[in-house]
């Protein structure tokens, strides 16, 4: 199986900040990367596929890129919205994994 | 709008069974994979499965094999997961999700569903 694993696990930022998710797998994945957010009690949200490709209706504050095993989640001007918990997936090979998930807080 | 409710959770004891459904609103239900994920707080998220859009193909985690079943009646835009013989490490909530394609290979998750809590226990 691949493994996906995030840095940080956690993260503190001021609303206004630009931060940076990293999300690397065991073996190479060329693009088959996607992130989401989730807040507590609810679904994860698709954010990006293809490591850069935003869904639909995702602001453009979110930004995506990698390639083969390193990956980075962006996001640009936190709002109070956007604190939540992030988690990157491979959809490269059977079984489908998830990094550990990394969580923006408040600072 | 494509919208994905999942239901049939609840609490149960170890080694019995239960059926969880996941009902899709919206077109094109039967042209699409479906994926169950799941969400412990313990283990985060792991998948559990995908059954491509005419239900001739399933794939299946591990740990899950040989307990779990995946079905669907694109008749009724539903999508179903038998879990047998549950254990306590099934306890998590379940989500459905609609793959971006088929249900092959290489496809993202397009739209979830807001997940349903199994608890496995005596």
């Known amino acids: 199986d691949i493994q996906m694993t995030q840095s940080p696990s956690s993260l503190s930022a001021s609303v206004g900040d630009s931060v940076t998710i990293t999300c690397r797998a065991s073996?190479?994945?060329?693009?088959?990367l996607a992130w989401f957010q989730q807040k507590p009690g609810k679904a994860p949200k698709s954010l990006i596929y293809a490591a850069s490709r935003l869904h639909s209706g995702v602001p453009s504050k979110f930004s995506g890129s990698g390639s083969g095993t390193e990956f980075t989640l962006t996001i640009s001007s936190l709002q109070p919205e956007d604190f939540a918990t992030y988690y990157c997936?491979?959809?490269?090979?059977?079984?489908?994994?998830f990094g550990q998930g990394t969580k923006l807080e408040i600072k | 709008q494509v919208q994905l409710v999942e239901s049939g959770g609840g609490v149960v004891q170890p080694g019995r069974s239960l059926r969880l459904s996941c009902a899709v609103s919206?077109?094109?239900?039967?042209?699409?994979?479906m994926h169950w994920v799941r969400q412990t707080p313990g283990k985060g998220l792991e998948w559990v499965g995908v059954i491509s859009y005419d239900g001739t193909n399933k794939y299946y985690v591990e740990s899950v094999k040989g307990r779990f079943t995946m079905s669907r009646d694109n008749s009724k835009n539903t999508l179903y997961l038998e879990m047998n013989s549950l254990r306590v490490d099934d306890t998590a909530v379940y989500y459905c999700?609609?793959?971006?394609?088929?249900?092959?290979?290489?496809?993202?998750?397009?739209?979830w569903g807001q997940g349903t809590l199994v608890t496995v226990s005596s």
């Open positions: 073996q190479g994945i060329t693009n088959y």
């Open positions: 999700a609609q793959a971006s394609g088929y249900g092959f290979f290489t496809e993202f998750f397009q739209h």
């Open positions: 919206g077109s094109g239900f039967s042209t699409y994979g």
């Open positions: 997936q491979q959809y490269n090979s059977y079984p489908y994994t």
